[in-house]
């Protein structure tokens, strides 16, 4: 008996070993240590044995039964594995091959800029103010002390309307009037984003309709200092944190003192390229503190308050960070440029 | 405007480099543009400042082997004079005049090996000066025309300057770096800088803003000749329009051409030299801001013999006559308009004041005699007439942004001085000058605390005093305020303000602080409609529109395309006086117009348009100063629903419900329940348009744009290619956006879900059959979703099918079949109670 069962042992371990697959894995163990396996049938005859050689045929029997187990398992586990890896080794793609598209939408680069804008200014209390299009000669030029035939008219050709003394308005600081009036006598810190417009040729440089932001700060004591400060954290967080500001003296009838900022040129970090026509700068916006005659036409008393205004183009700014080189593509609309952002 | 930097050292010292000078005009808002070097380092062509040099010419002689060349003996600082061998036409004067040394020509001298430009060829071609025999005199040295230095194109001569009390005291052998080199600058003269319109006036801040002294022309004049009194009588009846007008006479002047030094710094700055008498009225208004003007005395006397025999030559300033020309000297002919300032006499006009002279008065190559004009001009009255007639001289320029009376006097002064040096001429005892008004100098208060709190410098009383004497303000100090009296070279100080913008500009923008918005934070209220605005775009965005920003001027003809048989809507529009284009003439009615004008230019390169924007629509309103401005929201699909790739396209093109989708998730999304109905639109195809309602308000249409809309925009898209487009109104959708609302509990309980095919008449609208389902559902019914639409012989003609997906569920229990089926049948009951349905199995 014992002699059957070392046969049997020897025999299925070498099987065993010739097995190549997990479906005759199966088959080998339906036939050795399945319910009416070979194993199975030598321990029925346990019962009829001498029992003087009974136990330690029945200790072999087990040693027997667990090794063959044992075999299994790990004959098991290598199959498995092998197959696993064949499938995977016959299932490889491309990976190169392009994904699948999808329809996708997007924002116009211009209300990206804006909303950086906004979110920027947000932060600082600014809020957003907007005015009308079409405005009164009075509250884009008048008021904002441009007298009639006043030479600052000409750096700006407005377009008339057929009504006398409406234009469409040429800045958005035509904007500025309407939020004092609208926030008087509370301190003001407004931003104010718009389409303006200009009766210029249109070019690679300039367009007939832009957008413009405009901001303004009126209050009891908002200084020349809080202006720079302001709008040099404007540029860190817009241009990047190692931006440096440069503010030159400059004129607009509606500030005095009046500044333009210049930014240090982030695209050859001042270095000098085409697009900062090697001066190392950057003009990005024009700013300065409220003139008295513009807070008085406000409603704000200008000996007791002060306040600073800027503007800044959104076009310009889109310009410089993409090199955008022609100023018709934001209105042009061209779906092969607008989904570029 | 043009700057030469020497000609600013004339009036103050400038020993930084070049750089630091643009700095400096930069930042205090003289904003140079660009810098042109001419010689020094810089340059294209760089002087060697060994060999290139100042040369004096002491004898010329003709070459003995050749009649257009000469041999002219130059000394440039050697122990020896050159000999060199040169076929200059103005030298050829000099031939045979033995020793010239003293008359003071001198030239600049290339050594051998200098670089320059070849003064033969076109343009500028470098070359390196080599020695070699002419006609059997070896050469080694040349001396150079404008054109080999690079100064100009002039090649005709060489430059041949004659030493004078004028030119600083080079000797020969100076570098012609230190003679002739130069950095020009180009400075932007924005309007609140008129001052600086000249060389003075930019040296003058140069001077404040480095703090150096500035040195003055000398103003002072000899005047020898014969008494102008009762000669000349100058008035005007518009003082306000001509407050000052300053003649002298100068008589006998050579109109001879002007010294090298002139013309060289005259052309830098952008003049063309003429001849003495012309370039020294250039010249001074270009030194010192002051615009002059020459008149032929003896034209003007010949006239008086007509008008006052024994009497004298009357000028007088006066407004035109109507219907009044005048012909300028450049021959044009104008129709003068009613505010124009004329200069006249008796007998009648005889130059535009301030602008351009007249052609009969103007000096001419003979004219001896001449009538200096130095006056001053209302610069708003100067600018109306100059833009009217389209005139834009360098003394409009000038006049038009401001020029102080008190300069006038200065100016003739000085013209007239060089005209007495330059041009030999004796200048007339006495000046006429009509100032009627002298204006007081205008004196500012400043307030301490006030240039603080508007400057955020903490400076003191004294150092504010102090940026200001840098100008050349006249400054008293006091406890709280000082006392600023304006200097009378300027126009543009009105008020305190101005006075800190000034201390700001000379104690340096960069040199302020930067600090932090310190004031107390104004009320935060946010934008909400803004807000809003920019949510809706954010939906649209997620379900895979583009957004546009459009042209908002439009042309009425355009805007029809979208009204077949109309001419239009019936809305007045903004329109115009002074369009760029007919294309962009008034401002638009149609949102949806702009943006299918953008589907159309698209669709020529894009097989999917999904396209869509927020913006303002304008109505003119005759009752009101300024339109009504409605925000719309337009939106235009059409072509594939995907885009291909390399496993195909299949999703087919875009229909009314991907549309209707669309607005649907923003209408969820925004929780407004907007319904739909059926209606007809001009511009939408009949049977495929929507309106869209709102607690029974229009807020809007959506359908199937109209085969003749398509037809008439130009789109590149197949035939029967479906194009679908909604319009909405902004302003009446937004206030109906809930600041909040309710959530849906999510149930525990598992959903029973059953599905329910419902045939009713083809009239009845899928939303009638859904609503009584959801009716009759209850509270149980959490879903309903129409998954199939058929119509067929199966359910017989005139019926319709629409088959239903009911989810039941409860929030505090699980549901048995047995209540399920109690709701079905009552939803199944209405159905065939109310629309007469049956139930298809």
Redesign the interface.
Known sequence: MLEELETLYTEALAKLEQVENTAVLETWYHDTLGRKGAVYLLTRQVGQMDPAIRPAFGKRLNEVKNDLQAAYDGRLAALKTAELEAAIASSALDVTLPGRPLPTGGLHIVTQTLRDIYRIFGDMGFQVYRSPDVETDAYNFELLNFPPHHPAREMQDSFYTTKPDVILRTHTSAGQIRAMQAYYPEPVRVILPGMCYRNEQITTRSSIQFTQVEGLAVGHNISMADLKGTLTEFARRMFGAGRQTRFRASYFPFTEPSAEMDITCFLCESKGCQVCKYTGWLEILGSGMVHPTVLRNGGYDPGVYTGFAFGMGPERIAMLKYGIDDIRQFWGNDLRFLQQF | MQVPLSWLKDFVTIDRPVAEVDRIL????L?VKTIEYIGIPGADLVWDRDLIVLGHILQVEQHPNADKLVLATVDYGADAPEVVVTGAPNLFEFVGQGDISSRGLYSPLALEGAELYDGHKDGRVKMKLKGRPLRGIHNRCMVCSEKELGISDEHEGIILMVKDQWLPDYQAGTPMQDVLGDAVLEIDI????ARCASMLGVAREYAALTNQPLRLPDYHVVMDGPPVEGKVVITTDKPELNPRFVGMVIHNVRQIDSPYWMQYRLRLAGQRPINVVVDISNYVMLEMGQPNHTFDYDFLRQRADQYAPDGPIHIHTRLPQPGEMLTTLDEKVHKLPPHAILVTDPLSNLSLGGIMGGLDSEIKPETQNVLLEAAAWN??NI??TA?ALGIHSDAAFRF??GVHPSQALLGAKRAAELMRRLAGGTVAQGIVDYYPNPPQAATVKLAYD?AR?????DLSGEAMADLLRRLEFAVTVHEDHLLATVPDHRLDIE?P??L??EI??VYG??N????????????????PK?EQE?RI?DV??????????????TSPMYEAKLLPGSEGDAWPY???????SAE?AV?RHSLLASVLE?AA??SR??E????FEIG?I?I?DEEE???T?QTRLSLALTGQ???????GNNAGQYDFFDLKGILETLFGELHVPVNYEAAQHPSYRPGRTARLLLNGQQIGVMGELHPLVTERLDLHIERDQPVLAADIDLDALIPHIPPYYQYAPISPYPPIEEDLAVVVDVGITAVTVEEIIRRAGGPLLKDVRLFDVYEGEQIGKGKRSLAYHLTFQATDKTLNDKAVAKQRQRIIATLAQRLNARIRE
């Open positions: 930069t930042n205090a808002g904003e924005i309007p609140n800088i610069f708003i600018r109306r833009n038009s942004r006030y709190r508007l400057s955020g410098l008020g303000h101005d800190v913008e700001c500009r923008y960069d302020i602080p930067n600090t932090i918005l310190s004031d107390p934070l104004p009320p935060q209220r946010g934008n803004l920019e775009k649209l965005v997620q379900a895979g529109l583009q957004e546009l920003i459009t042209f908002r001027l903004v329109a115009l006086t002074n369009p760029n962009r401002m953008i230019h698209n390169y894009q999917r348009i999904a396209i303002p304008f003119e100063i300024l339109p401005e629903r995907g885009v291909p790739g390399w496993q």
